[in-house]
Structure formats: C-alpha cells, structure tokens
C-alpha cells in the first residue's frame, strides 16, 4: 500500500508548481528527457495505447522552425526554452497494441475505425501530455505548456516522415525563472465544481 506523499512533494508537483514564460540560463540534458520518459511512460493509458508521439526541439535550429508556427506571443517562449517539446499523437497507435496489451486482440477495437481511433489517440495523448509535465516537475524542472501554433503547419513540419502522427500540444522544458510568472488565478473550492452523487 503506498503512503501519501509529503507536503513538500504535494507542493512540487501541484501546489507551488507553476507555469512558466522564461527559463533561467541553465542547460537540460538528454539524460533529463529521458528521465522524463522514463517515468511518463508508466502513466495510465486506454489498453496501454501510449500514443504520444515527443518531438524534443533542442536545438537552436529546430526551435527557430516551431517558433516560426507558432503565435507572435509563443515565439519568443520558444526561442528563449531550453527545449520545447511537442507532443503528439499517433492515430495508428492500435499497430503496437499485440506489442503493448498483448493479452487481447485489441488492435481489432480500433482498426478500421477511424473515429474512435482519432478520439482514443487525442485523450491519451493529452493524458500523457499531463504525465510529462508532472514528470518534469517531479524531476525538478518546469513546464510552459500552450496551444497557439499551426498544428497542420507543424505536422508537415516535424512529422511529415509520420503522417499518421499529429500535433496536439507543444511545451517549453527547463528551470522557471520567477520573475516570468505572473500572480496564480484563482482555483475554485470542491463545492463550486464537484458533485457527490
């Protein structure tokens, strides 16, 4: 039975946690992006589907293409990150499900069926889009993650050896700079949003 965590772990990832807008001067390692894997990988997907799909930009170059997609406000983000990562999702996932959930034909749930293929593949991506940024948290890092891009532009642009994975969210990677946050909006109480039935 796992004991809860502590104050300090609870304030890491969720509590005093944050997004941010700049990072400070301090380089993120390859060793560090697979760490990060290393422990999103373990978060819960339908049938172990693991659609997400990371392109990791760390280079100048590669940040330089995401940011010329993305929104005047995004860009600089992009730029001034470490790294940014886009994460998509592969809408062929179910190809590996005989791999990843191999104790029932599972593949035949979605082959063939391109709705629910698209939907199962953008919410567990997104899924797995939150277990990366509570691994980086976890790890001592911080997360910017944003919408405002072209996603089409940026699947021609990253993906277009992949054409059955797409964009869903792109995140900026590294340590967070205090000074680029701004005062946390507001999180409603339990009873505002929450029923007990």
């Known amino acids: 039975m796992s004991e809860p965590l ?17 990072y400070l001067d301090k380089p993120v390692s390859q060793a560090q992006l697979h760490a990060i894997w290393d422990l999103m990988k373990f978060g819960p997907t339908s049938a172990n589907s693991l659609p997400a799909r990371i392109i990791w930009c760390v280079s100048d170059a590669a940040k330089a293409r995401l940011a010329a997609l ?6 600089e983000k992009i730029l001034a990150a470490p790294v940014t990562a886009i994460i998509g999702m592969d809408l062929e996932f179910y190809e590996h499900l005989p791999e990843f959930f ?10 063939g069926n391109d709705a629910l293929a698209e939907t199962t ?18 790890l001592g890092l911080d ?6 891009f072209d996603n089409d532009a940026v699947d021609k642009e990253f993906f277009a050896d992949q054409p059955k994975v797409k964009s ?17 909006s507001p999180r409603p109480g339990f009873e505002r949003f929450n029923r007990l039935v």
């Open 168 to 184: 869903n969210f792109i995140s900026t990677l590294g340590y967070g700079d205090p000074a680029t946050i701004f005062d946390r």
């Open 6 to 22: 502590s104050d300090s772990a609870l304030d890491q990832l969720f509590r005093t946690a944050r997004t941010y807008n700049g």
């Open 143 to 148: 997360t910017g993650p944003m919408s405002g």
């Open 121 to 138: 593949a953008f919410r567990n991506s997104s899924l797995q889009g939150a277990y990366f940024i509570l691994a980086a948290r976890a």
């Open 102 to 111: 191999p104790h029932t034909d599972a593949r035949s749930w979605f082959a």
């Open 70 to 75: 993305a929104i005047p406000g995004n860009k």
